[in-house]
């Protein structure tokens, strides 16, 4: 599963402009699926039939997209205006390298050096005004050679393991919940299974809208990332999920009160079978099950996340223990639904 993750967090998939995760993922289901489609929305629905045949009972979902930039104007130097395409913290961007549009043509974000700023400048993050694309162009004309208008751009971070069972990329939010669903289209299910791999989560969780009304599943587990805030600078009792400690199992966020049957459900199998979990010590956040609950007559939602740090930043890290066994533990809530 992680040469996957490390492939998927290669893919630049940035919320609107989703074709190359999404390529990747139908190439790679295609063998294993009984239905596969794409919907208006660019979400991927692919259906695989298990031991049991309970139709669309059961819809497990991950995002495809991650979050970026979009370029909106070119200015007469040459250097582009943008902004930002889902919810990215300013103060982390300035300097860091993307790339843009069909050609990956290569860009840094910029911003007036720290030498030229005043006192209070400095006591402020910048507004993504203040902020530009530097591609090396000498002027309009040459800039225009390169990008368009509404061009995307993804971070750059290379894939790596690295300290303590760690991993390091980009778009780990969500691709690793694609990642295990991949893993999981590949094997014989305990029932049948319709697999959403969703868009434009990071701007509204859109697509789940779709996906969940044209499934219309009875129960949708979500699988994601959840925000670490295991940091020096952050006290003990503010520091939410930590990565290593297990799957994070969600009972409420900003956005979903999450089925107590389920939550039980899935505390109880982590707890059975020696699975190290841990849940959510603060409320904030959400993810497509707030879409997907409100589908219809409504769905039973769950959430199982991997504690992230450094999330929607143009490198995150996560656990590579937690990630396994964020699968495990799906392996056996669907054989506990197929029950």
């Known amino acids: ?67 970026g930039v979009i370029v909106t104007r070119i200015t007469d130097e040459g250097f582009l205006k943008f902004d930002f395409v889902g919810g990215v913290d300013r103060r982390v961007a300035m300097g860091k390298p993307v790339v843009l549009g069909p050609n990956r043509v290569p860009g840094v974000i910029g911003l007036k050096a720290v030498h030229l700023v005043s006192r209070e400048e400095r006591k402020k993050a910048p507004k993504t005004e203040s902020l530009y694309l530097d591609i090396g162009a000498r002027d309009r004309e040459s800039a225009e050679k390169w990008v368009e208008l509404g061009d995307y751009g993804a971070f750059v971070c290379q894939p790596e393991m690295f300290g303590d069972g760690l991993f390091k990329a980009r778009a780990i939010d969500d691709r690793v919940g694609c990642a295990i669903m991949l893993k999981l289209l590949e094997e ?20 789940a809208f779709g996906a969940a009304f044209s499934v219309t599943p009875e ?109 495990k533990l799906t392996r056996l809530f669907l054989n506990k639904i197929a029950e």
């Open 1 to 67: 599963m992680l040469n996957t993750l490390k492939e998927l967090c290669q893919l630049n998939g940035v919320s609107g402009n989703e074709d190359q995760v999404r390529r990747y993922i139908q190439n790679r289901a295609n063998p294993f699926a009984d239905e596969l489609h794409t919907d208006p929305l660019g979400n991927l629905i692919v259906f695989k039939k298990g031991k049991k045949s309970t139709g669309n009972k059961l819809m497990l979902c991950a995002h495809m997209d991650e979050v």
């Open 219 to 327: 129960i949708a587990l979500v699988l994601e990332t959840t925000t670490a805030a295991d940091l020096p600078c952050v006290e003990e009792h503010r520091r939410v999920c930590v990565p290593g400690k297990g799957p994070v199992i969600s009972y409420m966020d900003g956005g979903t009160i999450y089925d107590r049957e389920l939550f039980e459900t899935l505390r109880r199998l982590s707890e059975e079978n020696h699975i190290p979990w841990q849940t959510k010590e603060y409320i904030a956040g959400g993810n497509d099950a707030r879409t997907i609950q409100r589908t219809k007559a409504g769905v039973r939602v769950a959430a199982m996340s991997a504690a992230v740090r450094y999330l929607h930043a143009p490198a995150s890290v996560g656990s590579i223990a937690d990630f396994e066994n964020m699968l």
């Open 188 to 207: 014989d299910l305990p029932l049948d299974v319709t697999f959403a791999f969703t868009a434009q989560e990071e701007v509204g969780t859109r697509g």
